[in-house]
């Protein structure tokens, strides 16, 4: 029951506390029709779009909306609108990529993503590399820094026995535990320290320089400057197939060392040999898991680029 207010004729509800009484004012009308408005539209979105949990997924919805579906779109859009620069990179002539601007920027930005996912593991998150896996960004290479090598050594791997290609095929840095005494071991890393240019004992260098040329130099070269300048002669890419002889034979005058050039650390390489792996990256050899030739050459460019590329 509510009675009539009679100052301001306003409806009231009846209540009343010591002569207060509360009025019964209706809401405005907008808002009402607002607020109707909003419990339509609430109920039509439930119905259009997925909304009610159900025991393994919610409602689809009249509309069909889906996220999942709306990214699986965007990114075929991407994909169709790189499948041009993809099918050219697939197949292009390695050496003239530097010089398509395009093609350039797009493998490269291509390659980084290939590299952080599949080679920063090994190599760093940066390329440079760790006790055993080699530093990219610099100019020493063990299997050729030209862009080609960089793909041959991606597409066979180094010493992986899948591939009669590969790079360092059956070859490592031999033991010398049982062929050399220690005294001989000790002359000859003194040797290499002396021409890494570090502090050496001279009478243990120059004895060492014998056990050197006698038991070293068919594969780190007479200098000692590493293999790959005599095993690499080719000039035509078609030559790299030949490679499988490549030794990867460390230049031992530089102060760039794969597994450190400690007195220490020299004396445990010679003494026991070293041989890391590489794995192989081409389908040939890793089915679907393996990366595409577009990938393997976008990941090319991209580590030559970095900085040591020759
Ligand atoms: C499982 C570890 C591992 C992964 C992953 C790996 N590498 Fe390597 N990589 C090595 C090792 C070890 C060597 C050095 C082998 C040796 O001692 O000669 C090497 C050597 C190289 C070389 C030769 C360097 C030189 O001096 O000639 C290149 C180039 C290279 N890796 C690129 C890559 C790229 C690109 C990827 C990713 C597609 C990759 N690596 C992934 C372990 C790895
Ligand atoms: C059959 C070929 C071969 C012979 C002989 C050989 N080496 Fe090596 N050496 C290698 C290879 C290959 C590597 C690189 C191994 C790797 O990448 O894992 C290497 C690596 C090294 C390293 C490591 C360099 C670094 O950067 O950490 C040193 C030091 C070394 N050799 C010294 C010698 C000495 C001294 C002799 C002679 C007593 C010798 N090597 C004989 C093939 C050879």
Not at 21 to 44: K, S
């Amino acid at each position: 029951m509510s009675t009539r207010n009679d100052k301001q004729d306003v409806e009231t509800t009846g209540h009343s506390w010591d002569g207060i009484e509360e009025f019964n004012n209706p809401l405005p009308r907008w808002w009402v029709w607002i607020f109707y408005a909003t419990i339509v539209w609430g109920i039509w979105y439930t119905i259009a779009y997925p909304a009610w949990p159900g025991l393994k997924e919610a409602t689809a919805g009249y509309l069909g909306f889906s996220t999942r579906e709306r990214v699986a779109n965007e990114i075929a859009t991407v994909d169709a609108a790189n499948a041009e620069m993809v099918a050219a990179l697939e197949s292009v002539d390695l050496t003239t990529i530097a010089d398509n601007a395009d093609m350039n920027s797009f493998a490269t930005k291509m390659g980084a993503a290939v590299f952080k996912s599949n080679c920063s593991q090994c190599h760093g998150s940066g390329a440079a590399g760790a006790v055993g896996y080699p530093n990219l960004l610099d100019d020493d290479w063990l299997w050729g820094g030209r862009i080609e090598e960089i793909a041959f050594t991606v597409t066979h791997g180094i010493r992986n026995e899948q591939s009669m290609s590969t790079r360092g095929y059956g070859g490592v840095m031999p033991a010398f535990a049982d062929s050399l005494s220690h005294e001989d071991i000790d002359s000859v890393v003194n040797y290499v320290l002396q021409i890494s240019g570090q502090e050496a004992d001279a009478a243990l260098a120059t004895a060492g320089e014998t056990v050197f040329l006698d038991n070293c130099v068919a594969c780190h070269g007479e200098d000692a400057k590493g293999s790959l300048a005599t095993t690499r002669s080719f000039e035509d890419p078609a030559d790299l197939i030949a490679d499988g002889e490549m030794l990867g034979a460390p230049n031992l005058t530089d102060a760039i060392w794969l597994y450190g050039g400690s007195a220490d650390a020299l004396t445990a390489t010679i003494t026991n040999g070293r041989g890391n792996v590489m794995p192989a990256w081409s389908e040939e050899f890793r089915g679907t898991s393996g990366l595409t030739q577009a990938e393997i050459n976008a990941v090319a460019a991209y580590v030559h680029q970095l900085g040591g590329g020759q």
